[in-house]
């Protein structure tokens, strides 16, 4: 029985070695020909890709249906003007809270029939923090990769904002909302993937400046940072340090005031100076190539483990490499990755098509 069992799991693995390497090749010759899309020049973001690989997750209702300083909820075609400071005192009324943090609190709340998400200034001495979260906000409103603000109220003592609700939570659940919703995957984990690559890629191509996700120390803060929508695609939902950098100007950052550790972050997030204590200002700066350096290992937990995800990390192993070397200038721009995994869904919406995986 136990020989039955060997040959059997020996005769998975060829398989899947013969699957995974038939994919490889088909991958390898997808970008070398002209089917694979082309991003432009600068990395300009996924909004001006071919119209064959837009999705819904590339331009949604709000882009299309809705003029600036107006919201939809729910798809359901009604176009509501940006809620004011007494719209939101007299008509937004809390119903619990549902998160907590340094800056801001969280309440789930309605206005009218909706649901909606009420965030309040924890602290008055963080209001600058919060004022420049609802600015950065405010700027990244049209894009399907950040969340919907619905309203905003700078109020001095008070301010408070108002932001589509989504049901799900935070990406740092995924496993358990996968499974609840009868969806845990490959096909799926690997929509997350991307959609994680796209919003990385907007963020260093926004109309405000190259952007860096500094609250991304280790990998379960990163995944805090974003929701799960209900048709399970993922949105940025964290904006409050999102600090502007441009290397060529040598306009670097330094994320946070405490000593990074770990090997999630990348090697120049690290303290360089061994046996010297740790000081902010001496700490050297470092460009949104950090960014690019975590994408694997979020990557590798969105996948979870399944067959499906197995194909996909061999196919990316050698990309990934690059993501990780330790001289930031050698690892790809975010449109280079983004480009690499819209090569890899394509061969494996061909393998798919072919019954090879599921």
């Known amino acids: 029985m136990i020989q039955i069992m060997a040959r059997r799991t020996n005769t998975f693995k060829l398989c899947f070695l013969l699957i ?13 020909s ?3 899309p082309r991003l432009p020049a600068g990395g300009q973001g996924v909004r001006q890709l071919d119209p064959g690989v837009v999705d819904k997750h590339q331009l949604n209702d709000t882009d299309t249906k809705c003029s600036p300083g107006h919201f939809q909820l729910n798809n359901d075609g009604i176009c509501h003007p940006m809620l004011t400071c007494k719209d939101i005192q007299d008509n937004v009324t809390s119903i619990k809270e549902i998160g907590v943090g340094l800056i801001k609190k969280v309440h789930l709340a309605r206005w009218k029939t909706y649901q909606v998400s009420l965030v309040k200034l924890s602290h008055s001495s963080f209001n600058n923090y919060f004022l420049s979260a609802a600015k950065m906000l405010q700027q990244s409103q049209g894009s399907p990769f950040v969340t919907q603000l619905l ?17 799900f939570g935070s990406l740092k659940n995924i496993n358990s909302i996968l499974k609840e919703n009868g969806k845990d995957n490959g096909a799926t984990r690997f929509r997350l993937c991307l959609d994680y690559v796209k919003i990385i890629n907007f963020l260093h191509s926004s109309p405000t400046g190259t952007r860096v996700m500094c609250d991304s120390s280790y990998l379960k803060k990163t995944l805090s940072q974003f929701l799960v929508t209900s048709d399970l695609h993922i949105v940025l939902n964290d904006v409050d340090v999102l600090p502007v950098v441009d290397s060529s100007k040598r306009i670097l950052t330094n994320c946070g005031h405490y000593q990074v550790v770990g090997n999630f972050a990348a090697p120049e997030q690290l303290w360089p100076y061994a046996g010297v204590k740790f000081n902010e200002s001496q700490m050297p700066g470092y ?9 694997p290992a979020v990557v590798d937990y969105l996948l979870g483990r399944n067959v499906y995800g197995d194909l996909v990390r061999f196919i990316l192993s050698k990309f990934h490499k690059k993501c990780h070397s330790k001289d930031p200038k050698l690892r790809p721009t975010a449109a280079e990755v983004l480009k690499e995994y819209l090569a890899v869904q394509q061969i494996l919406n061909v393998t798919e098509q072919s019954g090879l995986i599921f």
């Open 287 to 295: 460009d949104e190539k950090t960014d690019i350096w975590k994408i």
């Open 34 to 36: 002209s089917v694979c």
């Open 20 to 32: 995974a390497s038939l994919a490889f090749i088909g991958y390898q010759l997808l970008l070398k």
């Open 151 to 167: 309203g905003f109220c700078p109020s001095s003592s008070t301010p408070a904002m108002v932001t589509e609700y989504h049901r």
